[in-house]
Each structure stands twice: as structure tokens, then as C-alpha cells.
């Protein structure tokens, strides 16, 4: 076992480090500088239909597709930025005009959509999201839901401006 000697020098300066850092180590609070940019995900524009309509809710309802919106590099939150969302659902296919929507997100980068209940297309419960606004590069996403009872899905994105 190894016995450590701290000398009154060495814990009046470890002390000080505590304190002007805090318990977290940081002098300045944790920030997200250097937020690499969402990557587009294969197979996340399939189906994809430009300039779907801004909707408070997508069909009958009863699934919420959620996330964020933040800013490549400084991680802040993108307010009003448009997030089209399309499914295959228990109303209908993931290519009907019905089953596709769009939100925009709120002032602390949030969006929420409800819309039918996902189901499997080709074997996996997923959903598609897009961000096509044009103030930043267009990302599309497909997470895959872990099961097709879950009765929400997020996703996030972090964007990379023009």
C-alpha cells in the first residue's frame, strides 16, 4: 500500500484549484464548442416530399415524433427552424402525401409532432426527418425505434450553416 505525504504547500494550492474550478474541474461552464455537424443518415430522404405543410399533427395522432435543433460548433439552440416528418404509420405509407408533415421549432430548439403510430416498412419501425430550410445544409435522418410499441421517437440535429 502506498502511503501519500501531502505538505501544507501542496494542499493550500489543491484547495485553491477546488475552489476557483468548482467540484466539476471547470473554471467556465461546460459548453458545446466544437459540436461536430449532424450527418446526413443513408436512406433518411427516401419518400422525401418538398415543402410539405406546417401541421399541428399528422392523422389521428397518438405517437409524438420529438428532438432538438442546435447550431453546429457552439451547440445553441436553433428557434423557428422547419423539420418535416414523414412515416409508415398505421394510416398510411411512408411515399402518401398524408403521412408527411412539418413543425418548426420552438425558442429553445424543440420540436414535437404528433402523428399515428409508426409500423415496420421493410422490417424496421423508423422514421424519417428532414431539416430543408436552406439557412443551414439540408440533413436527413431515419432513426430506427427499438421497438414498434414504443409510443414516441427523437431525434436530433446539429446543423452546419451555409
Not at 505525504?5 to 477546488?18: D, E, K
Not at 415543402?51 to 409524438?64: E, M, Q, S, T, Y
Not at 423557428?80 to 409508415?88: N, T, V
Amino acid at each position: 500500500m502506498t502511503n501519500t505525504r501531502f505538505s501544507r504547500r501542496s494542499l493550500i494550492a489543491l484547495g485553491g484549484a477546488v475552489l476557483a474550478t468548482g467540484t466539476t474541474g471547470l473554471l467556465l461552464p461546460a459548453r458545446a464548442a466544437g459540436l461536430a455537424p449532424t450527418p446526413s443518415m443513408r436512406g433518411g430522404s427516401n419518400n422525401y416530399r418538398p415543402g410539405a405543410p406546417i401541421v399541428d399533427r399528422i392523422g389521428g395522432g397518438g405517437f409524438w415524433m420529438t428532438g432538438t435543433v442546435r447550431r453546429a460548433g457552439d451547440g445553441a439552440p436553433l428557434p423557428g427552424q422547419r423539420i418535416q416528418i414523414w412515416a409508415h404509420t398505421t394510416e398510411g405509407h411512408e411515399r402518401d402525401p398524408q403521412s408527411h408533415g412539418a413543425t418548426l421549432t420552438d425558442a429553445n430548439g424543440q420540436f414535437r409532432l404528433e402523428m399515428p403510430q409508426i409500423v415496420p416498412a421493410f422490417g424496421q419501425p423508423h422514421g424519417h426527418l428532414a431539416y430543408d430550410s436552406g439557412e443551414f445544409e439540408t440533413v436527413f435522418l431515419r432513426p430506427i425505434m427499438a421497438s414498434s410499441k414504443d409510443k414516441t421517437l427523437a431525434a436530433h440535429f446539429v446543423l452546419q450553416p451555409l
